[in-house]
């Protein structure tokens, strides 16, 4: 097996119905995200084919079918079902006729059918199959979410990431991983958090030990995926450092090509991280509204001193 999506694992999250159960998919996966709707090869053109990706027959393509001749129906299912295939989807409810069943079993393709339209099918089917499938790397830190705001915090073991994320899960915010946070890139903007499935909804506090927070807090103090907007790096204060105290330049960290805003906070005794992290991500959501607190008190300042050299 590759790093594709199982098949199965596509029948069971689209909810498709096999049509030739029959046919062994226990091995077969989908390795590219894309999807493809034969239009163009029902008409017997093949050249630029990618036989590699989903394909997904819909009202249209159905229609074109019924207008072929018997002949040149036989002729074109062969030619389409002749290719590595890894599965083809009927939308809309369609039932596909007993010969295109007959020749794609004879060539081990699965065929399914779903009752969804066509549009909203290939839309669901590419949103899931972008994240299953994108690049993805794993990092030590906890993501939380936070008033909408995906919130990476890291740092060091046992600078008190799991304790800043506890007590936010008690203020109503939600966890979406602890210690392990796998990420991927589902486009050049856009990175998703999630857990591994071993640990997903613990979290590990020191001394304590494994909190099961799904349980303790119900099922709205968890999530399972969580873009990631903001990162806070929590550092041990030291005095000799120079910390901004204005954030009007920004700065960001790098995964996997796509850059995202980050902000050091020094941690010392009596700091409570949990508000800092809340309004580290309000803050966030504001200057993603338009509006920056940095550069509204420089605009001040600056009018205040042009009054005064008048």
């Not at 589902?186 to 001394?207: N, Q, W």
């Not at 494994?210 to 349980?215: P, Y």
Request: proline share 4%; hydrophobic share 40%.
């Amino acid at each position: 097996m590759g790093q594709g999506i199982r098949l199965s694992e596509i029948v069971e999250k689209m909810d498709l119905k096999s049509l030739n159960p029959e046919v062994d998919m226990v091995e077969k996966e989908v390795n590219v995200p894309d999807i493809n709707r034969p239009a163009l090869q029902l008409a017997g053109f093949f050249d630029h084919f990618d036989s590699s990706r989903v394909q997904i027959i819909g009202n249209v393509e159905y229609k074109y079918i019924q207008t072929l001749a018997h002949e040149r129906k036989i002729e074109i299912f062969n030619k389409l079902l002749n290719n590595p295939i890894p599965c083809i989807v009927f939308c809309r409810g369609i039932a596909p006729e007993d010969e295109f069943l007959g020749i794609a079993t004879e060539n081990g393709i699965p065929v399914f059918n779903t009752a969804k339209q066509t549009s909203d099918f290939t839309a669901e089917i590419i949103r899931w199959m972008n994240v299953r499938l994108a690049p993805c790397i794993s990092i030590h830190g906890v993501l939380v979410d936070v008033y909408g705001v995906g919130v990476l915090i890291m740092g060091e073991s046992g600078i008190g990431k799991s304790e800043a994320a506890l007590e936010l899960i008690k203020r109503g915010h939600r966890l979406v991983t602890d210690d392990v946070v796998e990420i991927r890139k589902v486009s050049d903007e856009t990175l998703v958090g999630s857990a591994p499935d071993i640990t997903k909804h613990f979290i590990e506090l020191r001394g304590i030990g494994i909190v099961d927070v799904k349980s303790m807090f119900g099922v709205q103090s968890v999530r399972e995926t969580q873009n990631i907007d903001l990162v806070i790096t929590l550092e041990d204060w030291s005095r000799e450092k120079e910390y901004d105290r204005l954030g009007l330049e920004e700065e960001y960290t790098e995964f996997l090509g796509n850059k995202v805003v980050c902000h050091s906070i020094p941690i010392r005794p009596g700091r409570n991280l949990a508000v800092i992290v809340e309004s580290a991500a309000v803050n966030h959501r504001q200057k993603q509204m338009g509006y920056n607190a940095a550069q509204e008190l420089y605009k001040r300042v600056q009018e205040n001193l042009a009054k005064k050299k008048k």
